[in-house]
T-cell receptor, first 111, second 115 residues
Framework: AQSVTQLGSHVSVSEGALVLLRCNYS??????LFWYVQYPNQGLQLLLK??????LVKGINGFEAEFKKSETSFHLTKPSAHMSDAAEYFC?????????FGTGTRLQVFP | DTGVSQDPRHKITKRGQNVTFRCDPI?????LYWYRQTLGQGPEFLTY????????KSRLLSDRFSAERPKGSFSTLEIQRTEQGDSAMYLC???FGRGKHNEQFFGPGTRLTVL
């Protein structure tokens, strides 16, 4: 069965610090992977996606993620956190025509 | 392009009542999805349409739930005889084309509270 696991339901960083949000997946077929961000009372916005090709994917707002097949991981990083990055982040796996989401990681950024 | 819109944004109802939510997708998108998100969880797939055809329904979608997409444009999700366990955020998304790599654009959601 296909699944997504996000390690750490809450992550706290200081402004300017590295952001690392972890995502591991399980898939019997080559995966398509996504990171979405959700701000309070808003829908989900796509940050980036991996389909095929280059394993380092760059997204919006300075985020990037690296697909590592050997580790079945797709961790999200940002070199320097901003206060505006505080939100909930979801990793998702494309399964035929629908998305399978992880449980999410809430990112807090402290000044 | 105004994005995916959902109405209402919030709905409070009493147990046993029926509720209906509406989703307007991005105009050229042929696929429309419904997800449910409960507190502390990621969105869970409920159902999706390609044009007006409902192609897949999750086991989460009990007999009390029905979704339609007449004429392949907007969609409605109706919940009959609501239960407290139905309290959740209901998210709609749309995409163009098919396949698991296509980006889904999400609406702001309808938050349902069943008292």
């Amino acid at each position: 069965a296909q699944s997504v696991t996000q390690l750490g339901s809450h992550v706290s960083v200081s402004e300017g610090a590295l952001v690392l949000l972890r995502c591991n997946y399980s898939s019997s077929v080559p995966p398509y992977l996504f990171w979405y961000v959700q701000y309070p009372n808003q829908g989900l916005q796509l940050l980036l996606k991996y389909t095929t090709g280059a394993t380092l994917v760059k997204g919006i707002n300075g985020f990037e993620a690296e697909f590592k097949k050997s580790e079945t991981s797709f961790h999200l990083t940002k070199p320097s956190a901003h206060m505006s990055d505080a939100a909930e982040y979801f990793c998702a796996l494309g399964n035929t025509d629908k998305l399978i989401f992880g449980t999410g990681t809430r990112l807090q950024v402290f000044p | 392009d105004t994005g995916v819109s959902q109405d209402p944004r919030h709905k409070i109802t009493k147990r046993g009542q029926n509720v209906t939510f509406r989703c307007d997708p991005i105009s050229e998108h042929n696929r429309l999805y419904w997800y449910r998100q409960t507190l502390g969880q990621g969105p869970e797939f409920l159902t999706y349409f390609q044009n007006e055809a409902q192609l897949e329904k999750s086991r989460l979608l009990s007999d009390r739930f029905s979704a339609e997409r007449p004429k392949g444009s907007f969609s409605t999700l109706e919940i009959q005889r609501t239960e407290q366990g139905d309290s959740a955020m209901y998210l709609c998304a749309s995409s163009f084309g098919r396949g698991k790599h296509n980006e889904q654009f999400f609406g702001p959601g309808t938050r349902l509270t069943v008292l």
